[in-house]
């Protein structure tokens, strides 16, 4: 074989294997035409097309028809690109995306059919668009001057830490152990044990101690401050003193509290300190950013009053807010209120001032039922009571304020046996009319 034949095949294997290489990687590679020979004619036929990139994908394109409008691809990635983060990829599926599309479907449907009927014009609607509008104007627009609320600088976060550093004191404390005992010769007898510093206090306390709740924990009670607050052991003050006394590692006692016999050994100290300034930077800048945006929030409404400009009616105003509360309203008040004298006290605002309303004589009963049935003073109750049959002959409570007045200071439960019913029923031997009813004892006025 010759040299220059030789040297034409191994061109032609390297070029063989690129071109395989090319297609497995997805590629197609370009072929160039051969060199015609010399004298040979050039071929007449059309010329390969050049290679373009893949052209744009066409968003416009109408994906769904709904009535007169339409619903395309770029308005439903739109609304993808709109979602979170963590919802976004909810709708990257084929799967997700036809349910996007067919919700956006459902909501053009509705919206439709609404406006058709015409619910958009309705008054209590319209006033809640316009609501709606109102708060997301003023919500955009303070955010964005809030944006401009200078942060506190350290040295102002400096300046108050020293101006406030009995705010970060943290107080001394102990953490001890304590074997508890019956007697104080139970824990004499242990006492020369606990100080041998060759005996495991926890072991001892695990032994003879009588507090069940430490002593599986070789008799740990925690950490204490000052105040003497055991955690197992209540409020315990002179023991907490006694305890402060010891050194580290120390063992001391037996001391006598109202649970019995302790010995005490304190395991760790620390004395009264202040939280350095570096620890408590974060918490300082949060309390004046907090005040500072505050602040700068009032400025900014300022500002805006005086720029708009607000001119209030001072005796309007006043007349305005004086207004006398209607019946209803006190009567209202009175039945949220929790407590039973501020309820009361609302009930008898509905009888003073406004003592003709038909709310009048049941303020009146319930001021009376709530003294009997919830304060137990039976004075006050009978006084409500005896009101109402005064104040009130022709309401329908005088039947239960008079069972309230005879019964109040008895455990009688009553229950009011409907006029219209004895008066339908047969006639008794006993001759009883319907405005002779009285309440029987067998079911309980509910309270109010």
């Not at 003193?241 to 509290?257: H, I, M, R, Y």
């Not at 400025?299 to 305005?320: C, H």
């Amino acid at each position: 074989m010759s040299r220059i034949h030789a040297g034409s095949l191994a061109r032609r294997i390297v070029g063989l294997a690129l071109m395989a290489a090319l297609v497995a990687m997805g590629w197609a590679p370009a072929l160039a035409a051969s060199a015609p020979k010399s004298g040979a004619a050039k071929s007449s036929g059309p010329k390969p097309a050049k290679s373009a990139s893949a052209a744009p994908r066409d968003t416009s394109r109408v994906l769904v028809r709904v009535g007169k409008e339409n619903i395309t691809t770029a308005m439903v990635e739109q609304r993808i690109a709109e979602l979170p983060d963590q919802y976004r990829a909810q709708y990257s599926s084929a799967a997700g995306r036809q349910q996007l599309l067919d919700r956006m479907v459902e909501e053009k449907v509705w919206i439709d059919i609404a406006t058709r009927n015409g619910v958009a014009q309705r008054p209590k609607v319209k006033a809640q668009l316009e609501q709606q509008r109102n708060d997301l104007l003023i919500r955009t627009w303070i955010t964005e001057q809030m944006a401009n609320s200078p942060a506190p600088t350290d040295s102002e976060a400096m300046e108050y830490y020293q101006q406030h550093q009995s705010d970060y004191r943290s107080p001394a404390t102990v953490t001890v152990r304590h074997i508890q005992f019956a007697s104080e010769a139970d824990a004499r007898r242990v006492m020369s044990s606990a100080r041998d510093p060759k005996k495991d206090f926890g072991d001892l306390a695990k032994q003879y101690s009588t507090d069940t709740l430490t002593k599986k924990n070789g008799g740990q009670l925690g950490t204490i401050t000052r105040d003497g607050v055991f955690p197992t052991l209540g409020t315990q003050k002179a023991l907490a003193d006694s305890a402060f006394a010891l050194a580290e590692g120390q063992v001391g006692g037996p001391w006598k509290t109202d649970r019995g016999w302790h010995i005490i050994k304190l395991d760790q100290k620390h004395d009264e300190s202040t939280r350095p300034f570096d620890q408590v930077k974060p918490l300082i800048v949060r309390q004046l950013s907090a005040r500072r945006t505050q602040d700068y929030y009032k400025s900014l409404l300022e500002k805006a009053r005086r720029e708009v400009g607000v001119k209030p009616d001072s005796a309007a105003i006043k007349g305005f807010v004086s207004a006398r509360s209607s019946a209803r309203d006190l009567f209202q008040e009175a039945q949220q209120a929790t407590e039973a004298h501020p309820r009361i006290a609302a009930y008898q605002r509905v009888v003073d001032e406004w003592p003709q309303s038909d709310l009048a004589a049941q303020s009146q009963f319930m001021i009376g039922f709530i003294s009997s049935e919830e304060l137990k003073d039976y004075d006050a109750a009978d006084r409500a009571m005896r009101a109402v049959v005064k104040n009130y002959p022709k309401s329908d409570l005088v039947p239960s304020a008079q069972w309230m007045l005879a019964h109040m200071r008895t455990d009688d439960v009553p229950e009011f046996v409907s006029h219209a019913a004895d008066s339908a029923g047969p006639a008794s031997s006993g001759g009883s009319s319907a405005s002779d009813a009285k309440p029987a004892k067998t079911a309980k006025t509910p309270k109010p």
